[in-house]
């Protein structure tokens, strides 16, 4: 591999950080307020405890296809995150019914990621050549490139119905990250590994009114890679000083990737029969995201570090659901996502600010235990312009660059999601 660990591959524009909470179609179409949902299996992946309320088992299966969308205007012109045009997510969820009071399901979704490419020459303060005592010219200071993160969550739960009103479900979140990269101008950074949390969830449903609850724990991925040198020159006088300066050579390297807890509560009320409104509100654990250190796996060096110090978040979610024929449900939301990010560790590689979602979706019930969803979501954040809370200065600490005058900027970013899920019910 090469060197990069990064946080996320789906240009995190749905969530703050680098979460992606739309790990279902049906979410997608509601702003993803879906926890206290007893009625809808788009809701088995936002709380499992719903499956008590259903008397069959069901397989879905689907994706999300996302158009991301990041810039950032510097003294140098305006520049755009060169990712991929459109990604794609693929999900899957599976409710089976044990017998009348227990379910067993199976959740595979992505809901983490993030990938941003900046290319060389985005910030002035990290562009150009120093010259060595040698005559050498080398870069003056290592420019965050690519940054990504694919993450897949492998989530079985048991859930047991209580009562008619009240189903209980827990269980475990087995999280593969299958690629992770912290690119720079001066060295390639790249690894996977895996981690694992447990995550709890109840219903209560009492006449038109429901009430949910969901929880995941935090978690810590150990990542393993490599780390590579870009820059010969640097490299060669890291040899011949004994380590005092240049880069070092290239080596077996790890890190621990602290993911956030994840608490989302929810109520939801039948206005008629026909039309329901819910209201989410979901906390994210940030504070456990402190810092990436990279690590020499055969002497303990720290090879890179970057300070986060991101704050816990919280998110806003109001869905609305209109049963228009007995076959076909429209969905209607809007989300406000707070960002996590304080300037003081603003970051180029997850340019994060607050965001507001918009979205609308369709599920129809076709034959034969066939169900078709589909949904729309609009991303927009708000506009971020970072002047930097301390000036850069590439002598004394050259690799820390978060929150520093290096990496200001005006940053903007959308996003365009459309999601396609089919259901079989049996």
């Known amino acids: 591999m090469a060197v990069g660990f990064s946080l996320a591959t789906i240009d995190s524009v749905q969530a703050s950080g680098f979460a992606v909470p739309e790990i279902s179609v049906a979410g997608l179409g509601s702003a993803n307020a879906m926890v206290a949902n007893p009625e809808d299996p788009g809701a088995f992946a936002f709380n499992p405890a719903a499956m008590g309320f259903h008397d069959q088992s069901s397989i879905a299966a689907g994706s999300l296809f996302i158009g991301p969308n990041f810039s950032v205007r510097t003294a140098t012109g305006s520049h755009d995150s060169q990712g991929a045009d459109w990604l794609a997510a693929p999900m899957m969820q599976a409710a089976i019914k044990l017998n009348d009071q227990w379910w067993a399901g199976l959740g595979i979704t992505a809901p983490f990621g993030l990938?941003?490419?900046?290319?060389?020459?985005?910030?002035?303060?990290?562009?150009?050549?120093?010259?060595?005592?040698?005559?050498?010219?080398?870069?003056?200071?290592?420019?965050?490139?690519?940054?990504?993160?694919?993450?897949?969550?492998?989530?079985?739960?048991?859930?047991?119905?209580?009562?008619?009103?009240?189903?209980?479900?827990?269980?475990?979140?087995?999280?593969?990250?299958?690629?992770?990269?912290?690119?720079?101008?001066?060295?390639?950074?790249?690894?996977?590994?895996?981690?694992?949390?447990?995550?709890?969830?109840a219903l209560y449903k009492q006449e038109r009114w429901s009430l949910g609850?969901?929880?995941?724990?935090?978690?810590?991925?150990?990542?393993?890679?490599?780390?590579?040198?870009?820059?010969?020159?640097?490299?060669?006088?890291?040899?011949?000083?004994?380590?005092?300066?240049?880069?070092?050579?290239?080596?077996?390297?790890?890190?621990?990737?602290?993911?956030?807890?994840?608490?989302?509560?929810?109520?939801?009320?039948?206005?008629?029969?026909?039309?329901?409104?819910?209201?989410?509100?979901?906390?994210?654990?940030?504070?456990?995201?402190?810092?990436?250190?990279?690590?020499?796996?055969?002497?303990?060096?720290t090879l890179l570090e970057d300070q986060n110090q991101w704050e816990d978040s919280n998110a806003y979610r109001l869905g609305l659901t209109y049963q228009l024929t007995p076959a076909t449900l429209l969905r209607f939301g809007y989300a406000y996502d707070e960002n996590a990010q304080p300037d003081d560790y603003f970051s180029a590689r997850v340019p994060d600010n607050n965001r507001q979602l918009i979205s609308l979706g369709v599920g129809h019930q076709l034959s034969d235990g066939w169900r078709i969803d589909a949904g729309y979501m609009l991303v927009m954040f708000e506009n971020r312009d970072v002047d930097g809370v301390r000036p850069y200065n590439p002598l004394t600490d050259p690799g820390d660059v978060n929150g520093t005058t290096a990496i200001a900027g005006r940053y903007e970013a959308q996003a365009h999601i459309i999601g396609l899920e089919v259901t079989k019910t049996f």
């Open 213 to 301: 609850a969901n929880f995941h724990s935090a978690a810590t991925v150990q990542v393993t890679g490599s780390y590579r040198p870009l820059n010969d020159t640097l490299a060669a006088l890291y040899a011949q000083t004994g380590g005092l300066s240049g880069l070092p050579p290239a080596q077996s390297a790890e890190l621990d990737l602290n993911l956030p807890w994840r608490l989302q509560l929810g109520a939801r009320y039948k206005l008629t029969p026909k039309l329901a409104i819910e209201f989410d509100w979901t906390r994210m654990g940030w504070s456990e995201f402190n810092r990436i250190t990279v690590e020499s796996r055969t002497s303990g060096q």
């Open 115 to 201: 990938e941003t490419r900046w290319p060389t020459g985005t910030f002035p303060a990290l562009t150009g050549t120093t010259t060595l005592p040698t005559g050498a010219e080398v870069p003056i200071s290592p420019q965050p490139t690519q940054s990504k993160l694919e993450t897949i969550d492998f989530s079985p739960t048991l859930t047991y119905k209580v009562s008619d009103q009240l189903s209980l479900s827990a269980g475990a979140d087995l999280y593969w990250l299958k690629s992770a990269t912290l690119n720079s101008s001066l060295t390639d950074l790249s690894g996977d590994g895996t981690g694992w949390g447990f995550n709890l969830s």
